[in-house]
């Protein structure tokens, strides 16, 4: 899902230098999206999480942590400062939230579609793109690109827990 989102927002071509906010970074998507961005050339990755998972979060490439049960992220981080959002959070109202923050050419990837902006909204500022999808797609091309990301040291799996068998 979150190769597929930012392969939609420009890939690593679009990426570098880039600033990216991943909403619920210590999520199974959002670890990952968090990795993806840095391994494809985002300058700067902003997540938020609860405070029990900062150091995950920096130990997988976050520059900023914003705890989400103290601080609320559109408050926090100033108006047309980011180039996209990887939102794994999904609220309801997260894209009108979203777009004041996104410069002008920014990216808002979502995984549910109650989460897009609104479609005034969206004719408001028809500069930034948004979407929503979970996998919807994959290739042996895809998974490829994933195994390059792991085999350069670049993404790693979350294991909590192991049960026997």
Not at 91 to 103: D, M, R, V, W
Request: aromatic share 8%; hydrophobic share 40%.
């Amino acid at each position: 899902t979150g190769l597929q989102g930012f392969r939609w927002a420009g890939g690593s071509e679009w990426l570098v230098g880039k600033t990216v906010l991943v909403l619920g970074g210590s999520g199974g998507t959002g670890h990952a999206g968090i990795q993806l961005a840095k391994a494809m050339g985002a300058a700067r990755v902003i997540t938020t999480c609860s405070t029990g998972n900062f150091e995950f979060v920096k130990a997988l490439g976050a520059d900023q942590v914003i705890d989400h049960h103290a601080q609320r992220w559109e408050e926090v981080i100033p108006e047309t400062s980011l180039d996209m959002i990887y939102d794994c959070v999904c609220e309801t109202g997260t894209g009108e939230k979203a777009y004041p923050l996104l410069k002008d050419g920014g990216r808002f990837v979502t995984l549910l579609p109650q989460a897009l902006a609104s479609a005034a909204t969206a004719q408001a500022r028809p500069q930034v793109r948004q979407t929503f999808y979970l996998l919807d797609q994959t290739s042996t091309a895809a998974l490829d690109a994933l195994r390059s990301f792991a085999d350069a040291g670049q993404l790693h799996g979350r294991i909590n827990a192991t049960y026997p068998l």
